[in-house]
């Protein structure tokens, strides 16, 4: 039987960052066309961001920023706080897709969804059920790993959840659609069985790098983000275990795509849109040294022109011969999981590196002309009063390398990473049936309740009071950003 393109949207609603096109969507889409299908690939988040801001009054919160992220997850806290700032925006927009829908046809939509998407997904999902009952829904992103997400399968609010990356696994399950087929046993993809009972899901094995399309722009106005820069993903995966995190479970085994493959999307997409910077949306570019060398390498004897900056991990085995090698081949800040300064803590974490190594990267990176931005997590659990004392210390001794501190919003627990799954391995308060116990406000403590909310947000504004000495800037941008509403902020909103 011959097949018949279907009409599909692929679209990222609010919240989430706008300083550059979304990759998700992009790949998902990209993937989709490569089998024929009429594809639109719609960024709602940076057009509701632009009507929001061109509309806010001066007082309004600066709502698309990472700190903001947690008030967009919580139920309660999304319709009390942010529904009433973006009703009038959510209003226009909402009625343009379902608009959309009809105009192009839709048959399928496709959610890209993170935490803080969340609750306007939902909300989207049930108009389009509504007004567009025959249109098949499709969840995907990171926040689809949840278990609780299987309720919009029961529901019937959603034909279909792909919990992990989501490239293949959308394509077969259209393909089977396009036929008339149910897609039920598509593996990678979660749908309620025949029987309407139970959820049927089957494993699918992660994807090739090689077999991932070479990405291009054209769907996306790219004077409306906020940095003229383009995201690029060279790996996927991680090599690391961190308690805290949940990546390695997301992606799975650390993959690094060919160097001539991420070589030909630099080339290409640098010379087609005249930018020239790439941000890496990698877990961490050096997973595997070699390969990353080999890229380096392959930059440094063309004659590219580009500059790049991504995620890494302290390595005892990067040198200042290899800092300067990168420096050459355009890198121009490197984010290093530094995390805390107190070994012990570290080593709770399972970071698997050591402070001196840090000092030394920082140092060599330093000198190599990269800039040194760093990822701090304030109160992990079993961190004490002089374990923070210790990270206060160890900065001391680095400050003079480093250009930004992400100082995040202090440490939070959630689904995926091994402090969730196995709570009672760390210094952690539980409910009787052993799951993590959370506050009225969502905060997690430790056993004693020696580390709590409050405890951790005043360090953060003591490690804030700290940093002002120094010259380097500090995100969450607080100070300037949030002069006006730091007690409400700090109050409600800071979450962890
Ligand atoms: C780069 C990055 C950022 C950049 C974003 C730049 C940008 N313009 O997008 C910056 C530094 C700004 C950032 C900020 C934040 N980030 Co961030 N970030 C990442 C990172 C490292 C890569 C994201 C990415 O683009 N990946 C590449 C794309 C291709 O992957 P993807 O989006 O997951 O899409 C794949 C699948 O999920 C799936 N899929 C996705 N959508 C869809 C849709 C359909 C229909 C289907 C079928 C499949 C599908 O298929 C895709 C391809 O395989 C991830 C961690 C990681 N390694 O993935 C964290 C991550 C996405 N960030 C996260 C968080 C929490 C944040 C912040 C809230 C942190 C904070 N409090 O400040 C903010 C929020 C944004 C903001 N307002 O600032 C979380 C999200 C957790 C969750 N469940 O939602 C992650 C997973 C990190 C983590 N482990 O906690 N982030
Ligand atoms: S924190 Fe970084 S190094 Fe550790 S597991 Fe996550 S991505 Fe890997």
């Not at 609780?148 to 399950?173: C, H, Q, S």
């Not at 380097?472 to 730091?486: A, F, R, T």
């Amino acid at each position: 039987m011959q097949n018949i393109a279907m009409k599909i949207g692929i679209i990222l609603l609010p919240m989430w960052s706008t300083n550059s096109a979304p990759l998700s969507i992009n790949y998902i889409g990209t993937s989709l066309r490569q089998d024929g299908h009429n594809v639109h690939l719609w960024d709602y988040n940076v057009l509701m961001r632009k009507h929001y801001d061109e509309s806010k009054r001066p007082e309004e919160s600066n709502i698309w920023d990472g700190s903001y992220a947690l008030d967009w997850e919580y139920n309660e806290i999304y319709h009390k706080k942010i529904n009433p700032l973006i009703e009038k925006t959510k209003k226009i927009y909402f009625n343009k897709l379902l608009a959309d829908i009809e105009k192009y046809e839709i048959e399928v939509i496709g959610f890209s969804i993170y935490a803080s998407c969340m609750n306007l997904t939902i909300e989207a999902t049930r108009l389009i059920r509504k007004f567009h009952p025959a249109v098949k829904i499709i969840y995907g992103g990171p926040t689809m790993t949840r278990v609780e997400m299987e309720y919009f399968l029961i529901t019937k609010d959603v034909d279909a959840i792909i919990p992990n990356e989501g490239e293949f696994a959308v394509r077969e399950l259209v393909k089977a659609w396009e036929k008339g087929e149910t897609g039920q046993g598509v593996t990678g993809v979660k749908m309620l069985s025949d029987n309407g009972k139970s959820i049927d899901f089957k494993f699918r094995p992660q994807a090739k790098m090689e077999d991932l399309p070479i990405l291009n722009f054209d769907d996306f106005d790219l004077s409306l983000y906020s940095e003229e820069v383009l995201p690029i993903m060279m790996s996927r995966g991680c090599v690391a275990k961190c308690t805290f995190c949940d990546e390695p479970n997301y992606w799975g085994k650390f993959r690094w795509r060919s160097p001539e493959h991420i070589f030909k999307e630099l080339e290409i997409n640098s010379k087609k849109y005249g930018i020239t910077f790439f941000q890496s949306m990698d877990s961490l570019l050096n997973g595997v040294l070699r390969d990353f060398k080999k890229l380096v390498d392959l930059i440094n004897n063309s004659d590219l022109n580009i500059q790049f900056a991504g995620n890494v991990r302290v390595s005892k085995y990067m040198d200042s011969n290899f800092f300067q090698e990168l420096k050459r081949a355009g890198c121009r800040y490197l984010v290093f999981g530094l995390e805390c300064g107190s070994q012990r803590i570290l080593d709770l974490m399972k970071k698997n590196i050591k402070l001196e190594w840090a000092e030394d990267n920082f140092k060599a990176s330093y000198e190599a002309g990269i800039e040194v931005h760093v990822n701090l997590i304030i109160g992990f659990p079993g961190e004490e009063e002089e374990d923070f004392q210790m990270t206060l210390a160890f900065l001391s001794k680095v400050m003079k390398y480093i250009s930004v501190v992400n100082l995040g919003v202090g440490m939070s627990i959630g689904h995926g990473q091994d402090v969730f799954i196995n709570p009672e391995k760390y210094d952690i308060k539980l409910n009787e049936n052993g799951t993590v116990f959370y506050d009225e406000n969502y905060q997690w403590m430790s056993k004693s309740g020696s580390n709590n909310h409050e405890v951790r947000q005043n360090r953060i504004k003591r490690i804030r009071n700290f940093l002002k000495q120094y010259k380097c800037l500090v995100n969450p941008q607080m100070d300037s950003e949030y002069k006006n509403q730091e007690v409400t902020f700090l109050s409600n909103s800071l979450q962890d």
